[in-house]
């Protein structure tokens, strides 16, 4: 069961809140009617099946769905997800979205923490009822346009590329699933059915990151989804990510997005302090 909500509609882009709680399981009904579209994960993890190939979608992989092909989607996990899908008028999708990605030729975004901070600011805003629609607008193409230059995921244009593909994809969502967890190489190894070094080498080349970049920028992303949803507590996020302690998610956060998770946390709220100040300020005096 999935709820579809919008969040916003212009004559330039659509943009819409999906929240899905289907359990772990296969394929669903095909669909592919639905126009070109890209889509980033707030939390949880999908599968987007256009064809025969596979394509996991998590927070650090946004996907594009190219109105060509048919697909279905399955959930590799429990816990269901929540995803953004950012759509734009027909006349401008090459533009925005590129000629790889309209061509099916670039179906995988990275999303670096930087671009995943930026998808929640922009939900935040969009969820107030009184936004401007070009500073809406503007916001959006701007996250679509930070995806894009994120360098390409290889292709997965062989039989054997897209096997291994696969084991990448399972040593991903174990990762994913297991933030909280120290694993090493050697269990993530052995449940995909790779070698240690086998896997290193294979994951760098599917996802063009190491497997503890790709770990870090996933965990950070989990803290800035709990920081967006009002958590205050920096010690108990730190660790239920999978942080070793509060600083080693300060060091984290400073590397992907160059200030501390407190940073991240209260810049909403001097915004919204600054707003109602000024709402304060222009509301005329009562008589």
Do not use: K
């Amino acid at each position: 069961m999935a709820h579809d909500g919008p969040l916003l509609a212009t004559d330039t882009v659509t943009v819409r809140d999906i929240r899905c709680c289907a359990p772990r399981g296969g394929c669903g009904a095909e669909r592919g009617d639905e126009g070109a579209h890209i889509a980033l994960v707030r939390r949880g993890v999908f599968a987007y099946h256009p064809g025969s190939r596979r394509y996991q979608a998590d927070p650090g992989t946004a996907l594009f769905h190219c109105p060509r092909h048919g697909y279905r989607i399955s959930h590799p996990a429990d816990g269901g997800d929540r995803c953004t899908t950012i759509a734009c008028a027909p006349g401008i999708e090459e533009e925005v979205f590129g000629r790889h990605a309209l061509e099916g030729r670039r179906v995988e975004f990275a999303v670096a923490p930087r671009a995943q901070w930026a998808h929640l600011r922009l939900c935040r805003e969009l969820a107030q009822p009184a936004r401007d629609r070009i500073d809406a607008e503007e916001r959006t193409l701007e996250l679509i346009a930070l995806l894009r230059t994120s360098p390409p995921v290889p292709l997965r244009g062989t039989a054997a590329g897209r096997r291994l593909a696969r084991q990448v994809d399972d040593a991903r969502l174990l990762l994913g699933t297991s933030l909280e967890c120290n694993l090493d190489i050697g269990v993530v190894a052995r449940s995909v059915g790779l070698s240690p070094f086998h896997l290193m080498r294979s994951f760098r080349a599917c996802t063009g990151q190491t497997m503890r970049g790709y770990r870090r920028r996933l965990r950070v992303a989990a803290v800035l989804d709990r920081l967006d949803e009002g958590d205050d507590d920096l010690t108990r996020i730190a660790l239920d990510a999978g942080f070793a302690s509060h600083s080693h998610m300060d060091a984290a956060f400073s590397r992907e997005l160059g200030l501390a998770p407190a940073a991240a946390r209260d810049r909403p709220r001097a915004s919204r302090s600054a707003t109602r100040t000024f709402l304060q300020a222009t509301r005329p005096p009562s008589r």
